[in-house]
């Protein structure tokens, strides 16, 4: 079973960037999609980005695209999520997943694709 790890959470200022990485327990990157998804206090969980293994496409959300990337280093089997201009609303649970679905433009985001959850990181941005 692939066990996926989130690290980086934590307190910033309205502007400020934090790095989020997640790690797996296996070799996966090579055959898995890794998605970023976050959840807010009283809000459903959204899709935010993610990365193919295939071909090395990245998707973003409507509401980070500009201000975070996603990036794979497979040799060190993370997935990392770079996310600059933060912004109050960007406060959530932040957990990563993997799926073993092909994921396009279109599907990306659906999360009934995603095999694999991690727990989650905390990210908190002050206004």
């Known amino acids: 079973e692939v066990q996926l790890v989130e690290s980086g959470g934590g307190l910033v200022q309205a502007g400020g960037s934090l790095r989020l990485s997640c790690a797996a327990s296996?070799?996966?990157?090579?055959?898995?999609?890794i998605g970023w998804f976050r959840q807010a206090p009283g809000k459903k969980r959204e899709a935010v980005s993610c990365?193919?293994?295939?071909?090395?496409?990245?998707y973003y959300s409507d509401s980070v695209k500009g201000r975070f990337t996603i990036s794979s280093d497979n040799a060190k089997n993370t997935v990392t999520l770079q996310m600059n201009n933060l912004k109050p609303e960007d406060t959530a649970v932040y957990y990563c997943?993997?799926?073993?679905?092909?994921?396009?433009?279109?599907?990306?985001?659906?999360?009934?694709?995603?095999?694999?959850w991690g727990q989650g990181t905390q990210v908190t941005v002050s206004s």
């Open positions: 997943a993997a799926s073993a679905t092909v994921v396009v433009s279109t599907t990306w985001f659906r999360e009934y694709l995603y095999d694999y």
């Open positions: 296996a070799d996966v990157f090579d055959d898995y999609a």
């Open positions: 990365i193919s293994p295939s071909d090395g496409d990245t």
